[in-house]
């Protein structure tokens, strides 16, 4: 909005003609969004607790040291969404169609996270909505949001596939991309859902990511920087880095609530919204294929609730002590925030590795 507002002022005004440049609108959308996570947190939280009564509901089968855990109000979701929305229209280009599309996924998901997390308190369980319905719904959103990254973009990007460390290999799915796209949003907003089981955890991996995406949204929408890395530029995609920049400050200021131990959880709200808008990122930039890179440590943790399940229904052995993974680390005795740390080392270790991709061609 001040985009749209202050740039057209720049001839007059030349301060203004700092709206024209996407680090600095990403730099003022982080602060804007840290700001608004640290002023509304408390309030949030309050009115968290006054609603929840007992919290969200903690599993009896899980490691014994979150059973303290108890009485810990969650959809603290709803601080980064808010924060997150806001600081987005205030910095981005409002022309830009490509923002509106992540945007929506971004408040599709974490409204359906916010339905599964308030049937979970109803009901005093951790099984919210249905499993299938909530995929279901998720897949549709997906589908809207693919089809219409498939309108916008150009041809041959629109329904192709690219693939990292060889430089101009695209391969064309055709209408296959759909589904394609719909596995990468979904399966990104599960795996992130996943993660979410430790104080920080989620959140510190989900802002590592983000800030990557940042940077290869940045890079995808510059022609210039696009051809000297030698991958595919598709234009307009600059602005998800403002978007990207609100999700990173966001991250911040609730990661300060969140931080062990935690006043407040995500809960589903925050954890599919921010999963599902990642994906989408992805999927807009190009960049899928470096999203299970960048985001290796959400696939293990999908890969090892994969396993569990697979292992017990066929040999009835469990692999893993508890899963998702973090929690197995938990039963053999590591502290909370040991897993956390050395997870978040891993994530940032991937994320180098995932951005080396845009190099090695």
């Known amino acids: 909005m001040l985009y749209n507002l202050l740039y057209p002022l720049a001839e007059h005004f030349q301060l203004f003609n700092l709206f024209k440049y996407l680090t600095f609108r990403s730099a003022g959308a982080i602060l804007t969004a840290l700001v608004i996570s640290f002023l509304i947190g408390p309030a949030v ?22 059973l303290k855990k108890q009485g810990t109000p969650t959809m603290g979701g709803l601080m980064i969404i808010f924060s997150v929305t806001v600081s987005t229209l205030l910095w981005v280009d409002l022309h830009n169609l490509y923002m509106w599309i992540v945007l929506a996924v971004f408040l599709s998901y974490g409204a359906i996270g916010l339905a599964d997390d308030y049937a979970k308190l109803t009901k005093s369980s951790h099984k919210g909505v249905p499993g299938k319905l909530r995929l279901l719904l998720e897949c549709l959103i997906a589908m809207v949001a693919v089809m219409g990254v498939m309108l916008l973009t150009a041809d041959p990007l629109n329904d192709t596939l690219a693939i990292p460390f060889f430089k101009n290999t ?25 993660t979410d089981g430790l104080d920080g955890l989620a959140i510190g991996s989900i802002m590592i990511a983000t800030a990557c995406f940042g940077i290869i949204a940045y890079l995808t929408g510059n022609a210039v920087f696009a051809n000297y890395l030698q991958i595919n530029s598709v234009p307009g995609v600059g602005e998800l880095a403002v978007f990207c920049g609100a999700l990173i400050g966001a991250g911040l200021g609730f990661l300060w609530y969140n931080a062990p131990p935690a006043a407040v959880f995500m809960g589903d709200t925050g954890s599919l919204a921010m999963g599902g808008a990642l994906g989408m990122v992805s999927v807009i930039t190009k960049h899928e294929i470096v999203l299970a890179i960048i985001g290796g440590l959400f696939v293990m943790e999908t890969l090892s609730v994969i396993i569990q399940v697979v292992s017990f229904k066929t040999r009835g052995k469990r692999v893993f002590k508890m899963a998702p993974i973090h929690h197995h680390f938990e039963k053999l005795g590591w502290a909370e925030t040991t897993v956390v740390i050395r997870f978040w080392i891993i994530a940032i270790v991937l994320a180098l590795i995932g951005l080396s991709t845009l190099k090695l061609r």
Request: hydrophobic letters at 45%.
């Open 170 to 194: 695209l391969i064309d799915l055709g209408w296959f991309f759909i589904p394609f796209g719909i596995i990468v949003i979904a399966g990104a907003a599960n795996a992130v859902n996943l």
């Open 45 to 66: 939280i309050r009115w968290l607790k006054s609603k929840q009564g007992k919290g969200q509901p903690i599993r009896t089968d899980g490691p014994e040291t979150h």
